[in-house]
């Protein structure tokens, strides 16, 4: 459904994404992983349109993604970014309504409605239904947000969802839930690509992991076939312990974690115990 050729995006002679090259079948969720900086977020706005490649081509279903009009993209191609500004006189089911425009001229049909519905109750935000946006915590109104974009294309089984850091404010729950649903959506046919920072989520929902560096694609592969020690620590400088989970069957990374000395970054801590400093403090 989706092809990249060698895509390669610079801004100000400084290049954010080198010649990278994939594809994304229908009936797939690939996970997008890497360090800050990357290239992640910016190879989902060149798919989403939001930026212009500097060189290489994108397709959407065979054809150059410039081929496409704005209205025909919208209808097939839904994009959640990390960043949503809403003015804060809108209701919870008026922007999940948003998702629905491309879809109609002047007024909702049964379907937008149903639609709306459908996947404001998915996403748990049913009650909020009638509270201004702005009223919800972080996590809530990234809900709202996942909603809106899977009403866009909801009704479309053939179906693209670009996803930078959807979970990102969510907790622990709606994480898992929002996965589960990408992932259901994905294996009924719609072409899913998110990017996310949790490793474990990744190789638990997603079919595909690819792993990228300093602009580049590194590693493409399934979760068992590309997370391994070496490969955690060539993208992440992490040290790593790489299992599978006997109960789920899916891998499982255990970071070793890091001990650091306060002194040894901050010259004015001395190498004394806090409580050695403390007490001596209390005596003088």
């Known amino acids: 459904m989706i092809s990249v050729e060698n895509l390669t995006y610079t801004i100000k002679d400084q290049t954010l994404l080198r010649a990278v090259s994939f594809s994304i079948g229908s009936g797939e969720l690939v996970a997008l992983l890497g360090a800050n900086g990357a290239g992640k977020s910016t190879l989902i706005k060149l798919l989403g349109g939001e930026k212009k490649p500097s060189s290489g081509c994108i397709r959407l279903a065979k054809k150059a993604l410039e081929k496409y009009t704005p209205l025909e993209l919208a209808v097939r191609r839904a994009t959640m970014g990390q960043q949503h500004q809403v003015s804060a006189d809108f209701t919870v089911a008026e922007v999940v309504m948003m998702g629905r425009y491309p879809h109609y001229t002047s007024n909702p049909k049964a379907a937008d409605h149903q639609t709306v519905e459908e996947t404001m ?11 201004p946006i702005q009223s919800l915590s972080g996590g809530e109104q990234q809900r709202v ?3 809106r974009v899977l009403a866009q294309v909801w009704d479309r089984p053939n179906g693209v969802l670009l996803m930078d850091e959807p979970v990102s404010a969510m907790d622990v729950q709606y994480q898992h839930q929002t996965l589960a649903i990408l992932r259901a959506l ?9 990017v996310l920072h949790d490793i474990n989520l990744a190789a638990h929902y997603a079919h595909r992991l690819i792993l990228m560096k300093n602009g580049r694609k590194l590693h493409d592969g399934t979760p068992s076939e590309i997370l391994n020690e070496r490969n955690i620590y060539s993208v992440f ?3 790593a312990h790489v299992i599978v989970n006997p109960r789920s069957l899916k891998t499982n990374i255990l970071p070793l974690g890091q001990r650091l000395e306060a002194h040894e970054f901050n010259s004015f801590l001395g ?10 403090r209390n005596i003088s």
């Open 186 to 194: 994905a294996d009924r046919g719609y072409t899913v690509l998110t």
């Open 121 to 131: 109750a998915v996403c748990g935000i049913t009650l909020f239904s009638e509270r």
């Open 271 to 280: 190498v004394t115990s806090p409580n050695h400093w403390v007490a001596n």
């Open 237 to 239: 400088s992490m040290d």
């Open 145 to 147: 947000h996942l909603a």
